[in-house]
Every structure is written in C-alpha cells, then in structure tokens.
C-alpha cells in the first residue's frame, strides 16, 4: 500500500570521501543512524568504490542499505545527473562504465587549474589534490575548498558563481556519459535509473520534457522529488511530473559536508502518499 510504504526515513542520495564528500562511509552510516534513517545509499559521484564499506557500515549500524552511484551524464548539452541504486556493484559492466565517466576529470582539472592561473590563482590542481580522498575523483567541488582555504571566497557557493561555472575561469566544458549509457548500465546490472535533482538543471520547458521522454524511453523508472536540493515548490512540481510520466519518486538529502550542506542526512519531508516509491520497485535489492 503505498500511502504506508512512503513514509520511510529513506536517504538515497549522497556523498563520501570516495567522491566530493568529506565523511568516510562509516561516519555517515553513524551520522545517517543517529538522524533516524531506516535506509540508506550512499551515491558517490561516478564512483562505487566504497560500496562495500557503506553496506557493512549500514549492515553494523542496523540500516538497511541499497547500493548507489551518481553518473555524470551529457544531455542536450548539459549536464545532468542520474542515480542508480539497487545494481550489483560488483558487476564489471558497470565498473567499466564508471571508470570510462572518470577517465577525463584529470585532464579537466589540469584546464581549470590553467584558467583559474590565468586570473591570478596559481596552484590550484595541487591545492584541489590536497581535498581529494580518491585521485581518480578531482571534481570542482575540491577546487571549490582550495579556493576558500586560500582566502579567494568566503564558502563554496561563492566560489561556484565567481569561478568553476559556464563562462567564468575555472570552468572547463566536459563531455560525460551519455544518458542511454548511464540507464543501460544501471538496469543491465539489476538496478534502477533515477533522474537527480531535476530542479536544478537550466532546461527550457520542452529540453525537460525530452529529458523524462528520453528517460522513460531508454528504461529509467524514477526521480527524485524531495531532495536537498529542491525548494519546496519544486517538491509539488516533480511529485507531478512523477505522476505524467508514470515514474516512482526517490528522497535524498544529497549530503556532502556537515560544513557546507544545508540538509542533513534523513532530514527532509517524506514523499508524497499517492507516489510509488523507489524502493517499493527494489524490495529484493535491499541489503
Ligand atoms: P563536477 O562533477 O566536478 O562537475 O562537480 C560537481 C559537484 O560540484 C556537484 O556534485 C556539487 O557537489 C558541486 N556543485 C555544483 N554546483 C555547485 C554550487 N553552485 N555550489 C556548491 N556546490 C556546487
Ligand atoms: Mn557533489
Ligand atoms: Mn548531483
Ligand atoms: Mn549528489
């Protein structure tokens, strides 16, 4: 019934040292544990390296885990992402995929590093390295800290809007995953194919209605609705998009940092009654 099954303390959305977060898989299975979640994913950025520590960690904890990943994926000339859980992380297909998505984030980092030199700030693919906890994940979000602890910005966010977006200094065009890719990948592997926080991509009206079109069509089942990352209007909005395209809706904090996020792990509204949620379609994928 899903009026019931909706109201779970699900946190299907976030990161670890693995990825952009600063928090080790067992410190966020403690932190997820003590906020009152009753099943978790941890979804690092293009990364499933520390699956196997989040799902102990869970199993120690007393959670109930699904396995996750976030693929950076190249749609109409952005960029969106799209999380998989439930896949069976050991499945060399997908650690082949995940590994072809990384492959240029260190000639990346190396251009921004050149463009953000060009404006006077020197260092900073070495500066990001010291931030980084896995070397074949550099992402802006390291550059992101150098350039806070170096005085440039006072947080992330400024840093983001003076530096590592389209058309400022540090920002470096990049070619991802394409969509089809990320859905084949996730769902060849027994998983399912969630849209990220579609909130916060610039899509006109019919570039969003290509992207769930798209979606659906190549296999993805669902998207998330409540998430950190969404504003309150934004909840109704793809609650109803959920429901036109016929999608089940996921909940996550996206939680990076308890120094830079604003929504904690577990700490969101539950999903709407009438929505099928995601781990009601992965009941047998659950740790
Ligand atoms: P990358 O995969 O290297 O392009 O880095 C993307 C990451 O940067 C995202 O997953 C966020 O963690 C972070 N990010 C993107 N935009 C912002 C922003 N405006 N403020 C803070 N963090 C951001
Ligand atoms: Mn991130
Ligand atoms: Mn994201
Ligand atoms: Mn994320």
């Known amino acids: 019934m899903p009026a ?8 299907l959305h976030c990161h670890s040292i693995v990825s952009d977060g600063t928090l080790t898989p067992e410190a966020l299975a403690e932190r997820a ?3 009152g979640v009753e ?20 199993k120690a904890q007393g959670m109930r885990y699904l396995t996750g990943a976030e693929i950076s994926v190249t749609f109409a000339g952005e960029t969106v992402h799209i999380v ?14 995940l590994a072809d998505t990384r492959d240029g984030r260190g000639p990346r980092a190396m251009e921004m590093a050149a463009g953000l030199a060009k404006v006077g700030i020197q260092n900073a693919y070495e500066g ?40 400022k200094p540090g920002y470096v065009p990049h070619r991802w995953a394409t969509l089809k890719d990320a859905i084949t990948w996730i769902t060849q592997c027994g998983g399912i194919a969630v849209i990220a926080h579609p909130g916060r991509y610039k899509f ?17 089942r669902g998207v998330e609705v409540v998430t950190g990352s ?11 998009m959920a429901r036109d395209f016929g999608l089940a809706a996921s909940r996550g ?3 990076h940092s308890p120094d830079e996020s604003h929504t904690d792990l577990g700490a969101l509204p539950y999903l709407p009654g009438d929505l099928t949620p995601v781990w009601e379609l992965l009941a047998d994928r659950i740790q």
């Open 4 to 11: 019931v099954s909706s109201i779970l303390n699900a946190d």
């Open 33 to 35: 544990k003590a906020n």
């Open 39 to 58: 099943l978790w994913a941890l979804t690092d950025h293009d990364e499933i390296g520390g699956q196997r520590r989040a799902a102990a960690a869970a």
């Open 84 to 97: 998989g859980l439930g896949f069976d992380a050991e499945d060399p297909r997908m650690q082949q995929g």
């Open 128 to 167: 990001a390295l010291k931030f980084v906890g896995n070397p074949a994940l550099i992402s802006r979000t390291h550059f992101a800290r150098f350039l806070v602890e170096a005085g440039h910005c006072k947080d992330t966010p400024e840093v983001f809007r003076k530096y590592l977006t389209e058309g």
């Open 204 to 220: 006109t009206a019919n570039e969003e209605y290509a992207l769930f079109s798209e979606f659906k069509a190549h296999g993805g």
């Open 230 to 240: 969404h504003t309150t209007a934004e909840y109704v909005e793809y609650a109803t």
């Open 253 to 255: 904090s996206d939680f």
